[in-house]
């Protein structure tokens, strides 16, 4: 389970930088989205705002490529992991998630 950043804030904040940091450590079994804690009405009375869903979401990044993500050198902090359809990279200095989609 990997949870949104500032869930209770809307618009999701920190959208890149989630899917970014989700798509370079998941595993076969995953799941991204908003965590049980909260699930009620107090952020507002549409379901829609209480539960934003980024349409990021619905891209296919295909499969991922390597089995697990890499430091791209030592000492970086810049980490990437290939998927079929996607180049994923995070800068842990920056904070700065990529997501690029192939083709």
């Not at 989630?18 to 107090?42: E, H, M, N, Q």
């Not at 295909?62 to 890499?70: D, R």
């Amino acid at each position: 389970m990997f949870k949104f950043t500032n869930q209770k804030v809307q618009p999701l904040q920190a959208v890149a930088q989630d899917l970014a940091k989700f798509l370079l450590v998941r595993g076969p079994y995953a799941w991204l989205g908003y965590a049980w804690i909260g699930c009620t009405s107090t952020w507002g009375d549409d379901a829609e705002d209480l539960y934003y869903r980024p349409p990021e979401l619905d891209v296919d990044y295909g499969e991922p490529s390597s089995g697990v993500c890499a430091e791209t050198e030592e000492g970086s902090g810049v980490f990437t992991r290939e998927w079929t359809k996607a180049s994923v990279s995070f800068d842990c200095a920056t904070w700065a998630g990529s997501v690029v989609v192939k083709g």
